[in-house]
């Protein structure tokens, strides 16, 4: 890694004052923890002449969780997010996806909207500056032209989202709230991830990736309870700790009786955008066997892509992610509510 470039700093006190600040300095970036953003600049990925630090906010750094609602600020940092009592309790998925990152000094500075916010990434784009230049520069970067990852993508770019958070939100309806010169507004999490990465008229690829107007900032993440639902998270990585996930899956289950009353899948690592399962509807009234199963299965094989953006297949990708979903279903199918 290089040393860090120069870059000013901003520590504002209020989201008034963050939302000037950036209204001042559209080329600035928001900085929480640093753990992604900083190893990013040193790698030459991104040159921000500006950070704006939002440490200093007190405001961002609330959870309140009980059994109907989840809201947790934009600063919260992972680790507390991962041992709230009342998210363990009532929301289990997204406290295993928040212990689940990197590890224990990542987690202890990283925070939830910067892991929401996570940039897009590839073999090829998350490399050191001289090694892209080597090999020449990809789509996602200022200089390059094609996508390495799908090189007939007609300029659009395949880098995959990994954020952990995201999946684990979207099976509770998650919302994100941002704040701007407009004013605040939420948008349904469903909603904010844009980049499918498909040629059929979709509106984002791996770079353009969130609804997120220039000049916004998310403030908080919200999440819906539902009674009676069990939920859990597991992934798959190379190593065991501050590896990005091949495939992550948060899962969700109700059960009623011998038959699903209920049930939500959601992936990371597969798309250029965490990926809500579709469909899952058609298992509800029916029980958990091979033939649910075998439904898991071509839904996943419709909706989750098998481009190589990491060191593994993408073919593997997909089986893993698959996989995990069908165990972690059956596992929560067979758990008390």
């Not at 002449?49 to 109907?68: H, R, S, W």
């Not at 659009?156 to 701007?180: E, K």
């Not at 798959?236 to 009353?261: H, K, S």
């Amino acid at each position: 890694m290089d040393a860090l470039p120069d870059f000013d700093v901003i520590r504002p006190t209020s989201i008034a004052e963050v939302v000037a600040a950036r209204k001042a300095h559209p080329d600035s970036r928001m900085i929480g923890g640093g753990t992604d953003l900083l190893v990013n600049i040193r790698r030459g990925i991104e040159k921000p002449p500006v950070l704006i630090d939002t440490a200093g906010l007190d405001e961002l750094k609330t959870i309140e969780a009980d059994e109907t609602g989840l809201t947790v600020g934009a600063s919260v940092r992972l680790v507390d997010l991962a041992t709230h009592e009342g998210v363990r309790r009532h929301y289990p998925a997204i406290a295993e996806a928040a212990g689940s990152i990197a590890g224990p000094s990542h987690r202890n500075m990283g925070t939830v909207g910067g892991n929401i916010a996570l940039d897009t990434r590839c073999i090829f784009y998350n490399q050191s500056e001289w090694w892209r230049e080597t090999n020449n520069h990809c789509l996602k970067t200022e200089l390059g032209e094609m996508c390495h990852v799908a090189p007939k993508s007609k300029g659009v770019c395949f880098a995959t989202y990994s954020g952990d958070l995201a999946p684990a939100f979207l099976l509770f309806g998650g919302s994100v709230d941002l704040a701007g010169p407009e004013g605040e507004r939420s948008v349904a999490m469903n909603d904010f991830f844009i980049g499918y990465s498909k040629q059929d008229g979709s509106t984002g690829d791996g770079i353009v990736y969130m609804a997120i107007k220039p000049g916004e900032m998310i403030v908080r993440v919200r999440a819906t309870g539902t009674p009676g639902l069990n939920s859990a998270y597991d992934k798959v990585r190379i190593r065991r700790t501050i590896e990005y996930p091949v495939a992550g899956c948060a899962a969700a289950v109700r059960r009623d009786g011998d038959a699903i009353a209920d049930v939500r899948i959601a992936f990371t690592g597969t798309n250029p955008r965490p990926v809500l399962l579709e469909g899952t509807d058609a298992l509800v009234g029916k029980p958990w066997d091979e033939n649910a199963q075998q439904v898991v299965d071509d839904l996943c094989k419709d909706q989750l892509m098998s481009m190589k953006t990491t060191f593994t297949p993408g073919h593997y990708r997909r089986r893993v992610a698959t996989q995990m979903s069908k165990r972690l279903v059956g596992r929560l199918f067979e758990q008390p509510a």
